[in-house]
């Protein structure tokens, strides 16, 4: 029975979290402050809401009309589609996290996750309705949904901007400054990924050849 209980309770906070993404798309100052601040926010809502953005991601390349994307396929990869938009939400958050810890920021790396995560609401939230309408307009009418999909993606941006202002208690200019740091510091850590990656590949293609040449001598 108290087993019963605190599912119950779990589920129900986590119904209130998950709700609560709804007031932070709204009152993104307010909201951002308290879902980390307050600990109106949770993990689990995050990932539902990360989750959610990656569904109706690949949804769209089944169910949204050739009118507005064209897809070939044979040429897609529905893992690494899905790593386009993992690689880089990691990337901004241990960037942003690191920088910011350096200089003051008082947002944890769990919170900058988070909060990110949050900031994603607009997207499935619009892309659903306009993934079914765009199956019943017209192309004279394809600027509508042109349109209200750019300001899904600009709102996400903005909220996460603001997101990032208010977890680490930034004032508006040194949120700024910090937001295009951690963006350079997400090209940084590109070049040194693949520069490690090619390291690893030289020295393994250096490692077969040597084993051949050794063979081919015996």
């Not at 998950?18 to 100052?29: D, G």
């Not at 402050?33 to 539902?48: C, I, K, Q």
């Not at 949204?64 to 897809?71: D, E, N, P, Y």
């Not at 600027?143 to 909220?159: G, Q």
Request: with cysteine; net charge positive; proline share 2%.
């Amino acid at each position: 029975m108290i087993a019963s209980l605190k599912k119950k309770e779990t589920f129900a906070h986590y119904l209130a979290t998950l709700k609560f993404a709804l007031y932070c798309i709204t009152h993104p100052l307010d909201g951002f402050w308290d879902l980390t601040h307050e600990r109106r926010g949770s993990l689990a809502a995050a990932n539902t809401i990360l989750f959610l953005t990656l569904l109706i991601r690949v949804m769209k390349l089944r169910y949204t009309s050739f009118i507005f994307m064209s897809v070939y396929w044979e040429g897609i990869n529905i893992f690494l589609y899905i790593a386009s938009v993992l690689f880089p939400l990691l990337l901004w958050v241990v960037g942003n996290w690191a920088l910011t810890t350096l200089f003051d920021g008082k947002g944890k790396l769990g919170q900058v996750y988070m909060a990110t995560c949050y900031a994603l609401t607009p997207y499935p939230l619009m892309q659903f309705p306009l993934m079914v309408f765009s199956n019943f307009v017209t192309v004279d009418e394809a600027e509508f949904y042109t349109v209200l999909s750019a300001v899904s993606l600009v709102w996400a941006i903005a909220l996460i901007f603001a997101a990032m202002m208010q977890i680490h208690e930034y004032s508006l200019g040194k949120n700024v400054l910090f937001t295009i740091a951690s963006l350079f510091a997400m090209l940084v850590m590109v070049f040194i990924l693949l520069l490690f990656f090619s390291m690893i590949t030289q020295g393994v293609s250096y490692f077969i050849s040597l084993g051949r040449e050794i063979l081919f001598r015996l």
